[in-house]
């Protein structure tokens, strides 16, 4: 009898270990599936695991930073509305990782309390690498120190109450205050010295990635069909050798628990890759063909992840974690699924769609105009970015800049 719990919002909280399996194998791409399976054939003497990488389909792809940081965001269970102002933070940030627009600014552009922008900067702050969304060096020091040497509380003060004596090298005063020796304090200031000043050194150095796409988009008449592509299957076998183990009488009554524990979670495993299969081939399907006018034309319907959740009476994390990092061919090359999801909220639109209303925006211009300019034309008609974003957008579509252009 099939198990139905691991599709079901409500039960989610009680999940069997072949749930958490069934999880866990969903959100890895193709290309982390791979690796998954690599290091569990080196535990697991019943799986085999014959890998042949020449017979996979890759495809090399420059991403940014900030797209790495969104997608590290996705792993999260953070509800949706805190989702998209981080989003937003990770596409403003420095290229040095700093976060410097004032909160009640980014408040007033969201039309979001300004609690709401305070934590989701804090989620920010949780990825990696530590330090990334500061807003000053003082808080990047403190956001390295409280994940390094979360248990020094002198080190903990010097950056966060005795910052402008740190500032001044005033050491001995740092030291009278603490109540500390000079040796100590010579020795805090050289942790303090091996943390990084910047988060980032350059976060526009675009970073190049493997990717296995899941499967490909062909058009079916009317509509699209979404194949998912088995690329692990014809790979994997369970070791028969072993199982003969499994009726000698030269083997403990621990030794065959073990060896049946092992072949249990191969079976598993297989299983769950199956679903993992029929699941994204169901869910691709739904999210392809509802915005199919995109394929046909290029536009974007508005779609959140709780809607495909509702259609297909999962939670949303399992929506998540089933698109996160995940590609597929279509006939115009690579699609982050990602990017088919836009929504309701206006600060939230795909990188895609703000992109071609740049582009837009630059080709029916009268005069040049500044990054400034075109965050404000993108505000009429609710798109809220900020000229950072012009720019860091306008660049990767390699479109000059007011004055060469």
Request: with cysteine; hydrophobic share 40%.
């Amino acid at each position: 009898m099939e198990n139905k719990i691991f599709v079901s919002p409500k039960l989610e909280l009680k999940l069997l270990p072949s749930q958490i399996l069934f999880l866990e194998i969903l959100n890895f791409p193709t290309y982390s599936l791979i690796e998954f399976l690599k290091k569990e054939s080196e535990e697991n003497p019943f799986l085999h695991f014959d890998y042949n990488e020449e017979e996979i389909n890759k495809v090399y792809q420059e991403t940014t930073f900030e797209e790495k940081l969104i997608e590290e965001l996705y792993l999260l269970n953070i509800p949706e509305n805190l989702l998209q102002i981080c989003e937003f933070i990770i596409m403003n940030l420095e290229d040095n990782g700093y976060f410097k627009m004032e909160l009640k600014d980014v408040s007033k552009m969201l039309n979001v309390s300004e609690q709401e922008v305070e934590k989701s900067l804090k989620i920010v702050q949780s990825l990696e690498p530590t330090g990334i969304g500061a807003r000053n060096l003082q808080e990047c020091l403190l956001l390295q120190i409280k994940k390094f040497f979360k248990d020094d509380k002198n080190l903990i003060t010097i950056v966060q109450d005795c910052w402008d004596l740190l500032v001044k090298k005033k050491y001995k005063k740092i030291a009278q205050k603490l109540k500390i020796n000079e040796t100590s304090i010579n020795e805090l200031i050289e942790k303090i010295k091996k943390l990084r000043p910047f988060p980032v050194r350059n976060s526009k150095k675009p970073i190049s990635r493997r990717i296995i796409p899941e499967g490909r988009i062909l058009e079916d008449g009317d509509m699209f069909k979404v194949v998912i592509e088995d690329k692990i299957s014809p790979f994997i076998k369970i070791e028969v050798d072993y199982e003969k183990f499994l009726s000698s009488p030269f083997i403990s009554q621990k030794e065959k628990k073990f060896l049946l524990k092992k072949i249990k979670r191969v079976k598993m495993i297989i299983e769950m890759i199956e679903k993992r299969k029929k699941f994204l081939e169901d869910l691709f399907n739904k999210i392809v063909n509802y915005q199919k006018e995109f394929f046909k034309n290029g536009n974007l319907l508005p779609l959140r992840l709780k809607d495909i959740a509702k259609t297909l009476n999962v939670s949303v994390s399992t929506i998540s974690r089933a698109v996160n990092g995940k590609y597929l061919i279509y006939s115009k090359g690579l699609l982050k699924i990602r990017d088919l999801f836009i929504s309701e909220f206006k600060y939230s639109l795909s990188k895609t769609f703000i992109m071609r209303n740049i582009k837009k925006i630059i080709e029916n211009e009268d005069k040049p105009l500044s990054d400034r300019k075109i965050a404000e034309k993108l505000g009429y008609f609710g798109i809220k970015i900020s000229p950072r974003t012009v720019n860091k957008y306008r660049n990767q579509m390699k479109i000059l800049n007011s004055y060469l252009r």
